[in-house]
């Protein structure tokens, strides 16, 4: 299964929890599933529920089910918690760094940032969305880019979460620096960690 390009605000109504990493809109003024038999509370079995919970993870960091179960199978191999593991790979890769930066209002925003070669990482250009930062790393986007629209409203808005402890951002050179990583509390969302763990066990 490939990465989610659909309507956004649909999914998150589908999932009932807002993921700020796919999008800024929010999901109150309608917070039922879409369809017809959306407004109808029905408890989930218990297959259902820990596929909405790991749908959370892949859909607000917009990962594939390959990257998603590969990431899983690595954190399992890891001397560290699984479910720390688990959030600390998805929340250093690059585009999501960009987003929790601030310097753009989304991941898949900021995913095309990085494409397109617009950040820098410690002075070198990357276009890597999966590229990992490690302890250390100093991230901004290149000086000709800052005149883009998306980062120019992105810095102008503010970013839509507050910077996390484990990022440290510099206004007078508009540069973020990577100063710990991150763990499960760094998930900016709802998540029961323990049911995508569940999941995953009897997949891999």
């Known amino acids: 299964m490939g990465r989610y390009t659909g309507p956004r605000l649909k999914k998150m109504r589908?999932?009932?929890?807002?993921?700020?990493?796919?999008?800024r809109k929010s999901i109150a003024k309608r917070p039922h599933k879409?369809?017809?038999?959306g407004q109808k509370t029905q408890r989930p079995k218990d297959?259902?529920?820990?596929?909405?919970e790991k749908q959370k993870l892949r859909f607000n960091y917009g990962v594939s089910e390959r990257q998603m179960r590969r990431i899983v199978r690595e954190a399992m191999k890891s001397k560290t918690l699984t479910d720390d593991k688990i959030i600390e790979l998805?929340?250093?890769?690059?585009?999501?760094v960009v987003f929790r930066g601030g310097f753009a209002p989304t991941i898949p925003a900021a995913r095309q940032l990085?494409?397109?070669?617009?950040?820098?990482?410690?002075?070198?250009?990357v276009n890597i969305?999966?590229?990992?930062?490690?302890?250390?790393?100093?991230?901004?986007p290149r000086e000709k880019s800052m005149k883009l629209e998306p980062i120019q409203v992105a810095l102008l808005d503010g970013p839509q979460l507050n910077h996390?402890?484990?990022?440290?951002?510099?206004?007078?050179?508009?540069?973020?620096?990577i100063l710990g990583l991150p763990n499960a509390d760094?998930?900016?969302?709802?998540?029961?960690?323990?049911?995508?763990?569940?999941?995953?066990?009897?997949?891999?």
Do not use: C
Not at 189 to 195: G, H, K, V
């Open 129 to 140: 969305a999966s590229y990992r930062v490690k302890v250390g790393d100093v991230i901004q």
């Open 34 to 37: 879409p369809g017809e038999h």
């Open 186 to 204: 760094a998930v900016p969302f709802p998540l029961e960690m323990s049911l995508v763990i569940e999941f995953y066990s009897r997949l891999l």
């Open 164 to 177: 996390p402890e484990w990022l440290e951002f510099d206004e007078s050179s508009t540069s973020i620096r």
């Open 114 to 125: 990085v494409n397109h070669k617009h950040i820098k990482v410690n002075n070198k250009r």
């Open 47 to 52: 297959y259902k529920l820990r596929l909405l």
């Open 90 to 96: 998805l929340e250093r890769r690059l585009d999501n």
């Open 14 to 23: 589908a999932l009932g929890v807002e993921l700020p990493g796919l999008s």
